[in-house]
Nanobody
Framework: QVQLVESGGGLVQAGGSLRLSCAVS????????MGWFRQAPGKEREFVAG????????????SVKGRFTISRHTAANTVDLTVDHQKNNLQSKDTAVYYC??????????????????WGQGTQVTVSS
């Protein structure tokens, strides 16, 4: 049984730092790409960031490019999403429930939510201005 468990959300000030972590179990972590998605109230779930199964490539939504960083740690079976403490890096528009996810196919990466078959329970991130 595959399980993805997110942690690290909460209330953060605009311009502050953020670190979300996702722990994966029940799957050969090193053979699957990983992704982070988010869903704001009244909006559809959207892709945020992804990392290939090998970890040698990352890709981002235009809305977070240059501000968010995704990284995977194969030895620990975790994938993180971080935002450094810099002005305008974390903004009120980033308020959403954040989900980590793993695609249905090995050695396959995608930005489309429908390509992912395993999801965490989500963690709320609220950015106050």
């Amino acid at each position: 049984q595959v399980q993805l468990v997110e942690s690290g959300g909460g209330l953060v000030q605009a311009g502050g730092s953020l670190r979300l972590s996702c722990a994966v179990s029940g799957r050969t972590f090193s053979t699957y790409a990983m992704g982070w998605f988010r869903q704001a109230p009244g909006k559809e779930r959207e892709f945020v960031a992804g990392v290939t199964w090998s970890g040698d490539s990352t890709y981002y939504a235009d809305s977070v490019k240059g501000r968010f960083t995704i990284s995977r740690h194969t030895a620990a079976n975790t994938v993180d999403l971080t935002v450094d403490h810099q002005k305008n890096n974390l903004q009120s528009k980033d308020t959403a429930v954040y989900y980590c996810a793993s695609p249905a196919r090995r050695y396959y990466d995608s930005t489309a939510p429908e390509e992912y078959d395993n999801w965490g329970q989500g963690t709320q991130v609220t950015v106050s201005s």
